[in-house]
């Protein structure tokens, strides 16, 4: 069983697995450090434990942290907009887990927050995260291109929006 629950010390090992692999990190933006160190871990656990209210979340199955989730919310005039990351360690890929966190999440934000629209950038080779977007009620709104720049390459961002009466 997926849930979405607060980060816990007991993660910290799995964190710094699943955050060292290099097929997690191609997928994410280059704040993620490389490589991922034990203090990496313990500083995202500290800081998660005083957030209040709670925006990131571990994506834990049956007891265990296979992943991430977590939610950014905008200021300004796009106050009503949330940006939502997530990722999932290699091993748990194809197996709906990372649909089922975007379900949770997005139930989630729209319970406790007045945001009218959530949103996605992914990386134009994610097509597995376009295909989670897409089962959960996303849609493609626009293609940046050439807008991320990873691992010495221009990549198109493909951005996937979600509003609160879909």
């Not at 629950?5 to 933006?29: A, F, G, K, M, T």
């Not at 089922?100 to 139930?107: D, I, S």
């Amino acid at each position: 069983m997926i849930t979405l629950r607060p980060w816990q010390w007991r993660d910290v090992p799995q964190l710094i697995h699943i955050c060292n692999n290099i097929h997690i990190w191609n997928n994410l933006r280059d704040q993620m450090p490389k490589p991922y160190r034990q203090k990496d871990a313990e500083e995202w656990v500290r800081f998660n434990l005083q957030q209040q209210p709670q925006r990131n979340f571990c994506i834990d199955e049956n007891g265990v942290m296979i992943g991430g989730i977590g939610m950014v919310p905008q200021h300004d005039i796009y106050k009503r907009n949330i940006e939502i990351g997530y990722y999932l360690g290699e091993e748990h890929w194809g197996r709906g887990h990372g649909t089922e966190a975007v379900r949770q999440m997005v139930r989630y934000i729209f319970d406790t927050t007045d945001c009218y629209r959530i949103y996605a950038e992914v990386f134009a080779h994610n097509l597995a995260s376009m295909a989670v977007l897409r089962k959960n009620g996303f849609h493609r709104e626009a293609v940046l291109h050439k807008a991320i720049f990873k691992n010495d390459l221009l990549i198109d961002a493909h951005l996937w929006v979600r509003f609160r009466e879909e």
